[in-house]
């Protein structure tokens, strides 16, 4: 069965109004984009907040890491 996404979109503020654009267009996942500020690490801590929207919407959520990650950095 093919799944259909959509990736967050800057114009929609919060991730609620992402997951309504999503059932409205027969989704069946939102990319969360760690470029964006409400999709860093901090905010996606909120696993049972997230996990709730995404199952009360029946959709799912796929994370695409900030592109300037440098997996080779250990400057930790």
């Known amino acids: ?6 990736p967050t979109l800057v114009e929609n503020h919060t991730l609620e109004e992402n997951i309504n654009l999503c059932n409205n267009l027969g989704l069946n996942f939102i990319e969360l984009n760690m470029n964006f ?3 860093q690490v901090q905010c996606l801590e909120q696993t049972d907040y997230l996990s ?3 199952k009360k ?3 799912y959520y ?3 890491l900030d592109e300037n ?3 080779a ?3 930790w």
């Open 1 to 6: 069965m093919m799944q259909f996404g959509m």
């Open 37 to 39: 500020p409400e999709y």
């Open 57 to 59: 919407a029946g959709i």
């Open 62 to 64: 796929t994370i695409h």
């Open 52 to 54: 709730e929207l995404a």
């Open 69 to 71: 990650l440098n997996i």
């Open 73 to 75: 950095d250990i400057s």
